[in-house]
């Protein structure tokens, strides 16, 4: 594991949102949504492709809140353009998790 510093820490700029919208996403390699994130008003509705259709239905997802880093580059995905991160914790057989706050806090506040 690479040890990294304080600084490098405060460069990644992780996110609570709350997911308010989801769509399927058949054009991605794997399974996949599209979802859309409300990251408060500072940084806004940001989009964001995640491969996590085994564990939870489009239903489940929307009022959800999640982690984001939300200052990656954006990356295009088949038609789509994922502007944030969702994060998650892998599992051994490849599904995915999502990171959240056990608690609500207010959308766009920053993961210290």
Do not use: H
């Amino acid at each position: 594991m690479n040890t990294i510093t304080w600084q490098d820490f405060e460069n990644v700029d992780l996110r609570a949102g709350t997911i308010i919208r989801v769509e399927d996403f058949p054009k991605a390699r794997k399974p996949a949504y599209k979802l859309w994130i409300d990251l408060g008003t500072e940084i806004g509705i940001k989009q964001s492709s995640a491969q996590i259709t085994a564990r939870y239905s489009k239903e489940d997802l929307i009022n959800k809140q999640i982690l984001c880093v939300a200052n990656f580059p954006v990356k295009q995905i088949a038609d789509f353009q994922s502007e944030v991160l969702t994060t998650g914790y892998v599992l051994p057989d490849g599904e995915v998790i999502l990171s959240s706050p056990d608690f609500p806090v207010e959308n766009g506040t920053r993961l210290a």
